[in-house]
């Protein structure tokens, strides 16, 4: 039941920024998870970032300290601030949530393309 809109993809210079927004829709309810995945062009797709509802964040070591995540839990919505962008972060980036309002069931944005380029 629920439905995930992800905006903020685009193309940017190295070290550029740019900043994903992925909401969701058909629950009342805090999700339980909500982050973001990457998959490059003949890779496999990898946790980028994840905030759980109990304030707790994950980072991978590639963005560590350049990605910040955050959440609007009133708008359900989650947030990838992505600074320092260089050539590797290139990838489709996924929106990500888990919902443990009834039972534990994640789902999937479509996808949405980040391209860092000069």
């Known amino acids: 039941q629920v439905q995930l809109v992800e905006s903020g993809g685009g193309l940017v210079q190295p070290g550029g920024s740019l900043r994903l927004s992925c909401a969701a829709s058909g629950s009342s309810f805090r999700f339980y998870a909500m982050g973001w995945y990457r998959q490059a062009p003949g890779k496999q797709r990898d946790m980028v970032a994840i905030?759980?509802?109990?304030?707790?964040?994950n980072y991978a070591d590639s963005v560590s300290g350049r990605f910040t995540i955050s959440r609007d839990d009133a708008k359900n919505t989650v947030y990838l601030q992505m600074n320092s962008l260089e050539p590797e972060d290139t990838a489709v980036y996924y929106c990500?949530?888990?919902?443990?309002?009834?039972?534990?069931?994640?789902?999937w944005g479509q996808g949405t393309q980040v391209t860092v380029s000069s």
């Open positions: 990500y949530v888990v919902d443990r309002t009834y039972s534990s069931n994640t789902y």
């Open positions: 905030s759980t509802s109990a304030g707790s964040t």
